[in-house]
């Protein structure tokens, strides 16, 4: 064959220690270790929550028991999930096209100084505007279909993905980006293959917070004007004193933020279980 | 297929036989930044031949990274002229293989990835490139770690997966700035050992910088000393030693002695003259 592969290795392979991976039992194992903590500290508040109930320590309206709460859930089933539904449309719609949209923003921007001179101030000051106080205005624009809740929920998402976005795709070793140059690669082959898997544990951590904050923002723009959703539903039950339901309601979107942002959670494992974020864990 | 290209006789094939495979002249790099001028490099002419180990040795600062960074034509000259194989040199050349003193590698690629990624780039045949990537992690003993991550990997065996990537698309001149400078001083010597066997066997075109005065002697065929303020060449060794070295007998040859102690000497006297 040839020169090169005649040659044998003169080091000691001794010294090659491969470092062991912890297996996929292990793993699974660990996890559920972790899930452990938090759901014995939750089943702790529900206890408290209980006595505090049960010895009639506060009012059943500002406080209603864990009971009432279930029985909301037991005897509104169709209800409260109707208004589920919708408000999970809407979040994932606005969470959807904040992610879309404010990647694109971020590619731009870290490819062009002159959009990001431009638009950063402007995305900032956007953002620093109480996203409750233009929903109304939104209403007036786009009526009291989903699309204004959409669009707040848009704008709630849409900043956490530019700024991780950015602050990812820039966090790429200058050296690799010299690198590639000396490849001659072109452009758009060094972003899908360098700038933009470097970029995936910001971004996802940006994705994470942007989840959560999409919920809030549907529900805010349900608050606004409405006839169905969470939002409504909290609202309706506020006028009624039913608490219970209220309570409910606050349950429901507290475990679909929750839910989202363990699809995301799930969906690094896939992507990123090379980033130490991943591989540190427990 | 690889066989033929590998070996040192179509080396340089770009340039004729008897032109310097790198050929600096009158080079001067001058950086501003935040209202400050340095001075980086000032009047270095030079010329590497083809085959050539070249080691550029020097106190920090004095612009060694910035030299291998104008023949790559990854920092601009300021004034002079550089040509890499009879062409001028302007903006990021393909025709060389860098490896810097951090190995730069992709976190989400294996090693075998990672060595792939320069053909990839590059557009190369994809059998061809598979097979030389197992070529060259056969010759660097990294055989076995194809399929290891970057983070399961020691530093010098990434330094390795750094050099492969560096020699995949069978570089005319391979340029390294500092590779072994993060290793423990073991690992280092094996490197050497390696890089200086690799050379032997390729017969291409190696630049290397570096702060070891061992290094730089016994892996040269010629050595040079820079001194700082502004950077520039204080004197030049060619190493009368055999082509082929063992490490230790290298090392206690009256050869290697006396040109180390002298280059020794140089670094010092350029240390203390800041
Ligand atoms: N991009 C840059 N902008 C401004 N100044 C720079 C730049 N790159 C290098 N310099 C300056 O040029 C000089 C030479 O730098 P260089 O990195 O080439 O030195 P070096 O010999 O490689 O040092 P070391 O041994 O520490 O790596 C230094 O004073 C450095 O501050
Ligand atoms: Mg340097």
Not at chain 1, 48 to 53: G, H, I, N
Not at chain 1, 209 to 217: D, H, K, N
Not at chain 2, 90 to 95: C, H, I, N, T, V
Not at chain 2, 177 to 203: C, Q, S, Y
Request: glycine share 8%; with cysteine.
């Amino acid at each position: 064959m040839t020169e090169l592969t005649r040659q044998t290795p003169t080091l000691p392979s001794a010294r090659l220690v491969r470092r062991a991976r912890p297996s996929r039992r292990r793993r699974a194992s660990r996890g559920l270790v972790a899930a452990l903590y938090p759901a014995v500290f939750l089943a702790l508040v529900v206890v408290a929550w209980f006595l505090v109930t049960a010895t009639e320590m506060v009012e059943p309206y500002i406080i209603p028991s864990p009971a009432d709460t279930w029985a909301a859930f037991t005897d509104y089933p169709d209800y409260l999930w109707e208004h589920t539904l919708v408000t999970t449309r809407e979040t994932l719609a606005g969470f959807a096209i904040a992610a879309l949209v404010g990647v694109l923003v971020a590619v731009l921007m870290v490819y062009s100084s002159t959009l990001e001179k431009t638009f950063y101030p402007l995305i900032l000051f956007a953002q620093v505007i109480p996203k409750i106080a233009i929903a109304p205005l939104f209403v007036v624009w786009l009526g009291f279909g989903t699309s204004p809740k959409i669009l707040v929920a848009v704008l709630m998402a849409f900043f956490p993905v530019v700024i991780s976005g950015i602050s990812g795709l820039r966090s790429v070793d200058p050296e690799l980006l010299e690198l590639t140059s000396t490849m001659g690669a072109s452009p758009v082959k060094t972003f899908l293959k360098v700038r933009l898997p470097a970029a995936l544990p910001e971004l996802l951590s940006g994705l994470k917070v942007a989840a959560t904050l999409a919920v809030t923002g549907a529900v805010v723009g349900e608050f606004v004007g409405a006839n169905s959703g969470l939002g409504y539903v909290i609202l309706q039950a506020n006028g009624n004193i039913d608490t219970a339901m209220l309570f409910a309601a606050l349950i429901i979107m507290s475990l679909l933020g929750v839910l989202l942002f363990a699809v995301i959670q799930v969906a690094e494992m896939f992507l990123i279980p090379w980033h130490a974020s991943r591989r540190n864990r427990g | 297929m690889a066989a033929e290209t590998v070996d040192g006789a179509a080396r340089g094939a770009g340039a004729p036989s008897d032109a310097p495979m790198v050929d600096i002249r009158g080079l001067d790099v001058t950086f501003h930044s935040k209202g400050r001028t340095v001075h980086a490099l000032s009047g270095i002419d030079l010329a590497i031949e083809p085959g050539e180990f070249l080691t550029i040795a020097g106190p920090s600062g004095c612009g060694k990274s910035t030299l291998l960074r104008v023949i790559a034509g990854l920092t601009e000259a300021t004034a002079g002229e550089v040509t890499l194989r009879g062409t001028p040199v302007e903006g990021a050349r393909r025709d060389v293989g860098f490896v810097f003193q951090r190995a730069a590698l992709l976190d989400w690629r294996n090693a075998r990835g990672n060595i792939l990624f320069q053909a990839e780039m590059r557009g190369l045949p994809r059998a061809w490139a598979r097979e030389r990537a197992d070529a060259l992690m056969e010759m660097t003993g990294l055989t076995g770690f194809e399929n290891a991550m970057p983070y399961e990997l020691s530093g010098g065996m990434q330094q390795r997966v750094s050099l492969c990537r560096a020699l995949l698309h069978e570089p005319d001149v391979l340029l390294m700035d500092e590779p072994f400078g993060a290793l423990d001083a073991l690992t280092r010597e094996n490197m050497n050992v390696e890089l200086r066997r690799i050379w032997e066997a390729t017969g291409m075109t190696v630049v290397l910088v570096t702060h070891s005065v061992a290094e730089a002697v016994y892996l040269a065929s010629r050595a040079i000393v820079m001194g700082p303020r502004p950077g520039r060449i204080i004197e030049e060794f060619p190493i009368d030693l055999p082509g082929h070295r063992e490490y230790e007998p290298t090392l206690e040859s009256p050869e290697f002695r006396r040109v180390s102690g002298r280059v020794r000497e140089l670094l010092g006297s350029a240390a203390h003259a800041e």
